[in-house]
């Protein structure tokens, strides 16, 4: 932004000078803003005006910081924009009392570049509130896809609800992380809580389970309900050699299995014990 010296601008100018402390204050009575914040970008914007300057850049990135602050309060962007827009009102009062002429000009072009730094405020708001959006989804993801460590050399991730790209994509990196970090050779992907599985789901599960086999770990599908089954043989799905359980306890039997792990059911022993001795 660039301003001329002529008589208007020099007349708003002196008025933001001698006429400070009044603006602030009904300022401050309009927006509601902190008055530490409205007084930092009042002495800024005055510095901006002032004809051996004219860079507003600094106010720039004080209406930037005031927007991500009042996004991460979850203010609305009304609310935040109009803090700004108010300035117009405050200095419009201090204009109409002096009466002079110049200073009635001067004001249209101050007016519209408030209307300017107003819609600047806007846009940065919105862009803060997008980010925030993006991270709390991000967060969630992360929440909601653990990898568990089942056993020795075994883990696997419980999944529950939809199944997207974005959220295989945060399957895969959190489980190759976690064989990376644990050194696992049997990984079981469980779609117990899945509702549904369509080819596109069936196809981000394939590029799970292939990524694991990357690096080194068999990998299999625990949790096809036989409702699953049938969608899956109905829409002509193969998922190959790739090991396929009713349930995460089956698939958890079967790595361990593969992983040379002997399990003697204590149960059936002492059963049989007691059936010998009646």
């Known amino acids: 932004m660039t301003i001329s010296t002529d008589a208007g601008r020099r007349r708003i100018g002196d008025l933001l000078g001698s006429g400070e402390e009044q603006i602030l204050q009904r300022w401050r009575h309009i927006s509601e803003a902190p008055a530490d914040e409205l007084r930092e970008m009042y002495a800024a914007l005055r510095a901006a005006m ?7 850049s600094d106010v720039q990135g004080l209406l930037a910081e005031f927007s991500r602050s009042r996004a991460r309060l979850e203010l609305t962007p009304s609310e935040t924009s109009r803090a700004v827009f108010a300035l117009k009102e405050a200095v419009y009062e201090t204009v109409e009392a002096d009466g002079d002429s110049d200073a009635l000009r001067g004001f ?10 107003g819609l600047f405020t806007f846009e940065t708001y919105s862009a ?49 992380q976690k064989l990376v970090e644990t050194g696992a050779e049997h990984a079981v992907i469980d779609i117990t809580g899945v509702p549904a599985v369509d080819t596109e789901v069936a196809q981000h599960l394939l590029k799970t389970v292939a990524a694991a086999r990357l690096m080194g770990a068999e ?24 090991v396929t359980k009713a349930t995460l306890a089956d698939a958890l039997a079967h790595a361990l299995w593969r992983s040379g792990v002997q399990i003697r059911d204590e149960r059936s022993t002492r059963f049989r014990f007691k059936a010998e001795t009646t």
């Open 50 to 56: 002032s004809p051996a300057h004219g860079d507003f």
């Open 108 to 117: 249209i072009w101050f007016s519209k570049l408030i209307d300017d730094l």
């Open 128 to 176: 803060a509130r997008e980010k925030i959006i993006r991270d709390q989804a991000e967060q969630l993801l992360e929440l909601s896809t653990p990898v568990v460590k089942l056993w020795e050399g075994i883990v696997a991730v419980p999944l529950i609800g939809t199944l997207d790209s974005a959220r295989t994509q945060v399957v895969m990196e959190k489980l190759l």
């Open 219 to 242: 990998c299999s599908i625990s949790g096809i309900s036989p409702q699953i089954a049938h969608t899956i043989v109905t829409l002509g799905i193969e998922f190959g050699d790739i």
